[in-house]
Structures are given as structure tokens and as C-alpha cells.
């Protein structure tokens, strides 16, 4: 087992969805004016590896503040491999089927799409063609796991962005078929060839005052 990053570090230069424009950092204070350097951050809450709560998507849902530590790490995680999955394919049960026909008792579901060549290289096809989550797909992965906390993907959104208007509400789904209100999405992980399972999985958002989604830091053992 390896301790790894399973989230980007954030890029003025990484792609976004449509829809995010990129982060800046500028100077605010310098060593040269006042002996230090202090720096001035500007993002929107969905840029980079992300975490949504319910409260992306509902007005009474649970924001990131209302979070505990032992909310976001997760011991047992199903980790899957669906490498090769057309672009712009929209994820329905029968796609999830080899995968969970038999029901699985995790708190934790990992999938990796295999887009981080598309994100290095291809950074349109990266932004607007990855596949995404039907919502009948997300009432069949809680149907399967009635014990599910969290689902992750290396895709920019849980929807599928060429088919917004059919796959937005997928969102929507997640948090509404969950057992647990503290349910987070997590979106544009890094999740490499090279990682065969994960044991251990903890999420660390930023924790902002009514914040309904932020940049996180992940970090797992991973086989």
C-alpha cells in the first residue's frame, strides 16, 4: 500500500467546465515592500478537485461547515475501472451492472473514467466530452449500496456536460436517494493507471462559513 494524492493541485492553466472561469494568484504584499509575501487567491468553489454537498442543489441542504473530520474519511471504498468509456456517454445502470449487480457494502464509491490524458492533452475534450451520471444511475448505485457516503470520479462534473439539460438533476439524485445527510460528490480526481484499489480515503475540504462546495486535498492508501 502507498499513501497518495488522489486530488490536483489547482492551475491557472488546468481545464474547467464551461462554465468556471480559471483561478488567478496575484501579489498583494511583497518581501521587497513589507517583509513578507502575501498573495491574493481568486476561484470559483467548483475549480479544480472538488466536493459538492447537498446544499449545491437543495436550499435546505447541509453546507461544508456543518461537516465533522470523521464525516469525510472513508474506510472502506470501492474503487472501479471504467477506462474507455466514449466520450460524451451518459452512465446508466446497465453500464454499473458488471460492477454492482450484487450489491456492495462500502462507504465510499471511487469510479475512474481514465480521462487524465484527456485533461493534460486534450483540455476541450477533457472539459465538455467526458462521460457522465444519468440520474437513474445514481438511484441504482444507492439501491446497491445502501450504505454509501460518498462517490468520487476523475470526470469535471458527476453530469454529463454535452447532455446538462437530461444529467444536471443527476446531482440532485445522489443526495436524495442517500441514507446520511453529510452525501458529498466529489469531482475531477486525480485517479491514475497505476492505482489498482484504495483502503483508506480522506477527504479534506476547504472549510468556508454557508460554503456549499469547495476545492478539497484527498489523500488515500492505495494498492
Given at each position: 500500500?502507498?499513501?497518495?494524492?488522489?486530488?490536483?493541485?489547482?492551475?491557472?492553466?488546468?481545464?474547467?467546465?464551461?462554465?468556471?472561469?480559471?483561478?488567478?494568484?496575484?501579489?498583494?504584499?511583497?518581501?521587497?515592500?513589507?517583509?513578507?509575501?502575501?498573495?491574493?487567491?481568486?476561484?470559483?468553489?467548483?475549480?479544480?478537485?472538488?466536493?459538492?454537498?447537498?446544499?449545491?442543489?437543495?436550499?435546505?441542504?447541509?453546507?461544508?461547515?456543518?461537516?465533522?473530520?470523521?464525516?469525510?474519511?472513508?474506510?472502506?471504498?470501492?474503487?472501479?475501472?471504467?477506462?474507455?468509456?466514449?466520450?460524451?456517454?451518459?452512465?446508466m445502470p446497465k453500464h454499473l451492472e458488471p460492477f454492482l449487480a450484487g450489491g456492495a457494502d462500502?462507504?465510499?464509491?471511487?469510479?475512474?473514467?481514465?480521462?487524465?490524458?484527456?485533461?493534460?492533452?486534450?483540455?476541450?475534450?477533457?472539459s465538455n466530452h467526458c462521460p457522465g451520471f444519468g440520474p437513474e444511475a445514481a438511484k441504482y448505485?444507492?439501491?446497491?449500496?445502501?450504505?454509501?457516503?460518498?462517490?468520487?470520479?476523475?470526470?469535471?462534473?458527476?453530469?454529463?456536460?454535452?447532455?446538462?439539460?437530461?444529467?444536471?438533476?443527476?446531482?440532485?439524485?445522489?443526495?436524495?436517494?442517500?441514507?446520511?445527510?453529510?452525501?458529498?460528490?466529489?469531482?475531477?480526481?486525480?485517479l491514475l493507471s497505476n492505482i489498482k484499489g484504495i483502503k483508506h480515503m480522506t477527504v479534506s475540504?476547504?472549510?468556508?462559513?454557508?460554503?456549499?462546495?469547495?476545492?478539497?486535498?484527498?489523500?488515500?492508501?492505495?494498492?
Amino acid at each position: 500500500m502507498e499513501l497518495t494524492w488522489l486530488s490536483y493541485t489547482m492551475s491557472v492553466n488546468a481545464p474547467r467546465p464551461p462554465a468556471i472561469p480559471a483561478p488567478s494568484v496575484t501579489e498583494f504584499m511583497s518581501i521587497a515592500e513589507t517583509g513578507a509575501n502575501v498573495q491574493f487567491l481568486q476561484c470559483y468553489n467548483h475549480t479544480g478537485t472538488h466536493l459538492d454537498t447537498a446544499a449545491h442543489v437543495f436550499e435546505d441542504g447541509v453546507a461544508l461547515d456543518q461537516f465533522l473530520p470523521s464525516d469525510l474519511v472513508y474506510e472502506r471504498v470501492l474503487y472501479i475501472d471504467m477506462s474507455g468509456t466514449p466520450d460524451d456517454t451518459v452512465i446508466m445502470p446497465k453500464h454499473l451492472e458488471p460492477f454492482l449487480a450484487g450489491g456492495a457494502d462500502h462507504e465510499a464509491l471511487v469510479i475512474r473514467f481514465g480521462v487524465e490524458e484527456w485533461r493534460e492533452n486534450e483540455k476541450n475534450r477533457f472539459s465538455n466530452h467526458c462521460p457522465g451520471f444519468g440520474p437513474e444511475a445514481a438511484k441504482y448505485i444507492h439501491s446497491k449500496m445502501p450504505g454509501l457516503r460518498m462517490i468520487g470520479t476523475d470526470v469535471p462534473s458527476i453530469a454529463c456536460i454535452n447532455s446538462l439539460d437530461e444529467t444536471m438533476c443527476a446531482h440532485n439524485e445522489f443526495f436524495v436517494y442517500a441514507r446520511t445527510e453529510k452525501f458529498i460528490i466529489v469531482e475531477e480526481m486525480k485517479l491514475l493507471s497505476n492505482i489498482k484499489g484504495i483502503k483508506h480515503m480522506t477527504v479534506s475540504p476547504w472549510m468556508v462559513e454557508w460554503m456549499n462546495s469547495g476545492p478539497c486535498v484527498i489523500w488515500a492508501l492505495t494498492a
